[in-house]
């Protein structure tokens, strides 16, 4: 199938548009309608070849939202005209420990990434979510709820569940504080997520100025991180703290913010390591932990979720001709809280 969509032509130049094919349907292969597609500021990193080598041109997008428009003859899962989702990979090796514990993500050989990369093949380019037709293996996508918005959504295939994997993992819920470093497109989903499963949320931010949205969210309190007195004020407070920031930073600061044997998880990835005083962990058997999305039977455990609390993304819904400066306007974080393309304007 021709597919129009926007693609890089190689590391750090502008997106321009571009046409491709897609494969043939397969025997378990759904294929859909892309509707909507998240700007992931991966995504941004990917394009510009910041995390190592890439695979041009290079067409983006792990948070893909869209209608299923038909199926292979042994597809199962899926119908025609239902609501589809499809996250950061799509495909794993599926016969190791962690594809057999549904943690696709932690795949022993690899997972199979939706872009930036090559399919299990070895030989066909996986091309992304910027564009208006995609085809996957049933076993790698989800079902959205029919009261969601498919805007608001999109985000959640990764924003979403990179938030709600750990918060579920660290067992965060009533009785806990949590604190969410950063109300980005990441942290503000993590607000949602932690006062929709009752938990005491704080927001911690160098921004001010968030603070009326992080209420508005569901958090119960908010501290201004750029005021070092506040460190002192609220050192012990907290039994998780989620830490969606990629800056780098102090990370002891915010571990003495922790309870005894609290954690706190890295989720957001840095240009450059931390550098831990080990008496910050010391005192008070304190962990540091990390986590990195889901695997499909979470994922569409979030969205059962998403669709009985009715909990979408904030977006800002854009048109492709618009891709270039939405990333720009990501880095520099003006963003409330994720860009998503309409993909009828392809």
């Not at 950063?182 to 704080?202: E, P, Q, Y």
């Not at 002192?232 to 913010?257: C, M, P, R, W």
């Not at 080990?278 to 059962?304: A, F, H, Y």
């Amino acid at each position: 199938m021709n597919t129009r969509g926007y693609a890089v032509m190689e590391a750090k130049k502008p997106l321009v548009p571009y046409q491709f094919n897609r494969r043939e349907l397969g025997a378990n292969d759904i294929a859909l309608d892309i509707l909507y597609a998240g700007i992931c500021h991966s995504d941004i990193h990917q394009a510009r070849e910041e995390w190592g080598p890439a695979l041009f041109p290079m067409v983006p997008g792990h948070e893909i939202a869209g209608v299923v428009t038909s199926v292979g003859n042994k597809v199962t899962k899926f119908k025609v005209g239902e609501k589809i989702g499809v996250g950061v990979f799509v495909d794993s090796c599926r016969t190791c420990s962690s594809c057999q514990a549904g943690l696709q993500q932690y795949c022993l050989e690899g997972m199979t990434g939706t872009y930036n990369g090559l399919e299990r093949d070895g030989v066909t380019p996986a091309m992304g979510g910027y564009c208006n037709y995609f085809v996957i293996n049933e076993d790698y996508a989800v079902h959205i709820p029919d009261n969601l918005p498919l805007e608001g959504v999109a985000p959640l295939m990764c924003a979403g569940i990179t938030l709600y994997s750990p918060i579920k993992h660290w067992k965060v819920g009533p009785g806990k504080k949590v604190a969410v470093m950063g109300l980005g497109g990441l942290g503000h989903m993590g607000v949602k997520f932690a006062a929709a499963l009752g938990a005491d949320v704080t927001v911690l931010s160098h921004s001010p100025k968030k603070e009326k949205d992080a209420l508005a969210m569901g958090a119960h309190h908010f501290v201004d991180t750029s005021n070092p007195d506040n460190f002192a004020k609220h050192a012990g407070t907290f039994d998780v703290i989620l830490n969606t920031v990629s800056a780098e930073l102090d990370i002891n600061q915010y571990l003495n913010l922790l309870k005894l044997d609290g954690t706190l998880v890295v989720i957001g990835l840095p240009g450059k390591p931390y550098s831990v005083h080990v008496g910050s962990l010391l005192n008070g058997r304190k962990s540091i932990g990390g986590s990195m999305i889901g695997g499909i039977p979470e994922l569409q455990e979030m969205l059962d979720f998403c669709g009985k609390h009715s909990i979408v993304s904030d977006v800002e819904v854009i048109a492709s001709d618009y891709i270039n400066e939405a990333y720009e306007r990501t880095v520099a974080s003006d963003v409330k809280y994720r860009f998503v393309i309409d993909t009828k304007t392809f």
